[in-house]
């Protein structure tokens, strides 16, 4: 790979094909970092090549650094400023950024150019699902798979906005696509937990546990693929590392106060699947609170430490630390999404929970909300959707369970060192109790009771989590103990949760 890259870079410049070659390998070894070398290259021996800038986008892309995608696809636009395919691809990219207000205006562009373009349809209805405009969303879904039957991701989405309530018509043609190789394996990865939603719905609890089943093992392929591998032992070696790094560690940068005019951080916390999206969206349903997501910057410092540790040790970890914790914090800030008007913006990072020791470092003013619920529900949960490539634990039970456990003690060891700084709030008392425990988590987030809070699928907002559908709903615990249909299938679930 290095040789085709030199070759492209030295001995053939301005060759596009060398270019190309050397961009193809990478991509079908799905070798992200190596492409993105490539294509920092390739795009500085030929800057104005179209494809030179696309690739270096894709390469950021698929390491989730979506704002150094949008940064490089500008230069895509720059030089084809009027291709309705350019367009709708920067509004992927934007939307995967999170960044919805910019996706509509590529889309708009490119629907004054190309308003039939079943890409460009189906691209709105990604947007208008996140926005909360369920109703266009579906009608552009549909529309796509009218004109295109094979479109696959269009029916991820539709089966997603309907929770698996979907005709036979519909089921069919998933199962068709879904047993077809030739689909992309990612599309195949969606399509067999759409359709494992769409048999658990018509209670055909077999077919649909086969189905999630088979999802599970082609993504844990495809990760292995891009060596992500998930590592017990990586994982277990962090609770021993983490109390020796911040314990007793305090520098005075790390303790002023957040400037008047930035909102205080809400940290909301804990596994995937365990209510942190209904309670961000309770407390963005406050006047003075603004809901961002799941922001990436705190995870990104804690992994940092995480390796010095590892690599050279807990005395190296504990003085860049002591070292950076101000300038970590001054990112952190800058990196916030714009919140005018706010006095409070919730990170909803569940992955956070590993970094409450840095939280309390850095913020030590900011509440801290730990969501949690039934261990097997959670798991199971898990294990029904596809996750992101930055949890390989998602694809198989044992790993799911390992992981709980694992969590589970380092939220504990915490929760003992800063037990008056974090409010649990437990997912069964608040769907049978919602009024008293949306008032205690108010008191919790230190923010005055407003009627609003008690009905949080009436505010209109962007979500972008697998919940996207369920906070338009009023809160209820519709989907509490749907485990227990699949407690024969969850039996090596179970036994790695252990007493979790």
Sequence with gaps: ?????????????????????????????????QLLVIAQHWTQAQP??????????????????????IHAYQHVLTLAPDEPAHLVSAARIAIAAQRYRQARDFLDQAQAVQPDSPVLLYTFGRLYHLTGE???????????????????????ELGALCEGRLSDTEIDA?????????????????????????LDRRNQCEAAFAAWEQGNEINRKISAQEGMFYQPELIESELALLPDIFDNLMPASATRPCHQSQPCPVFVLGMPRSGTTLVESILASHTDVHGAGELPTLYDIH???????????????????RDQAGAWRTRYLAALPSASGKTHIVDKQPLNFRCIGLIRLLFPDSPIIYTRRNPLDVGFSIYRHKFAKDWPCAHQLTDIGHYYRHHTRIVEMWQARHATSMHVVDHAALVSDPQQC??????????????????????????ATFSAVQVQRPISGSFAGRSQKYLRQLVPLHEALGSS
Aim: net charge negative.
């Design 1 to 33: 790979m290095v040789g085709m890259m030199a070759t492209a870079d030295q001995t053939a410049p301005h060759s596009d094909q060398a270019w190309q070659k050397s961009a193809g390998q990478a991509v079908r070894d799905r070798n992200w970092q």
């Design 48 to 69: 104005c090549v179209i494809e030179a800038w696309q690739t270096l986008s894709r390469a950021h892309f698929e390491q989730s650094r979506f704002a150094e995608a």
């Design 134 to 156: 369920l109703e266009l969303a579906e009608a552009c879904f549909r529309q796509v798979i009218a004109a295109h039957p094979g479109f696959a991701t269009a029916y991820v």
């Design 174 to 198: 998933i199962q068709q696509l879904f047993d077809n190789p030739a689909v992309h394996p990612e599309h195949r990865v969606m399509l067999g937990f759409t359709l494992g939603d769409a």
């Design 303 to 321: 992994e940092t430490v995480m390796n010095v540790a590892r690599q050279q040790g807990i005395a190296a970890a504990r003085e860049l630390v």
């Design 438 to 463: 949306i008032r205690d988590l108010l008191d919790a987030a230190r923010l005055d009771f407003q009627p609003a809070c008690l009905a949080p699928h009436k505010t209109r907002r962007a979500v």
